[in-house]
């Protein structure tokens, strides 16, 4: 299945769900999702799962991002990735997502054995998904099945620390903030005293 035969579905922009099983392929790359994730911001649950699993995916885990970025209310997500590397990501000053993502479905995403790092995937995800609760796969293979069991016990260990940072950096702030208010006070005082004077 071509992303031509999918592109006029495109234009249904307030499609909330939509769920698609494909043999034996699906012929999408990372561009492809990325136009489907700007297409429909309103999704809530989208699956495209390539079930011909002696084929490797097109897409990777870049395909990621757009969702991330333009699909505020999607909760759920099922596609099959191929994990080779861990895209640079980060978030910038002023543009910063907090998306509520709950299930991640990988299916029989291959993990290659190049990135033995799996912890790399995991702060990726929780980064991008920070309330991401849920990893499920359809592996059979044993190799590539630990290292997903691996990056499901990790995620929640990352999205903690990353609680812990924001409630350390909001304290400081409010602290800081209580501290120039005080500051602006007592100048404030000071200075009604000495025009008294």
């Not at 799962?49 to 991002?65: K, S, Y």
Request: contains cysteine; hydrophobic residues 35%; aromatic residues 8%.
């Amino acid at each position: 299945l071509s992303p031509d035969i999918l592109r006029p579905l495109l234009a249904c922009k307030d499609l909330g769900s939509f769920t698609l099983q494909l043999y034996p392929g699906f012929d999408a790359d990372d561009d492809f999702l990325a136009e489907i994730a700007t297409a429909w911001p309103n999704i809530h649950t989208l699956k495209l799962f390539d079930i011909h699993v002696d084929q490797e995916p097109t897409v990777t885990l870049a395909c990621l991002i757009p969702f991330a970025r333009h699909c505020p209310d999607l909760s759920t997500l099922g596609i099959r990735m191929f994990c080779s590397e861990v895209p640079t990501f980060s978030h910038t000053t002023g543009d910063r997502f907090d998306h509520y993502l709950d299930v991640l479905e990988v299916g029989t995403s291959p993990i290659t054995e190049d990135l033995q790092d799996v912890s790399k995937i995991a702060a990726f995800l929780s980064n991008l998904f920070p309330h991401l609760s849920e990893i499920s796969s359809s592996e059979s293979d044993e190799e590539n099945s630990a290292r997903w069991d691996r990056v499901v016990e990790m995620v929640p260990v990352f999205a903690s620390v990353r609680v812990q940072e924001k409630n350390f950096w909001t304290e400081e702030l409010s602290a800081e903030q209580d501290s120039d208010d005080e500051t602006g006070e007592e100048s404030s005082t000071q200075r009604d005293a000495e025009e008294d004077a």
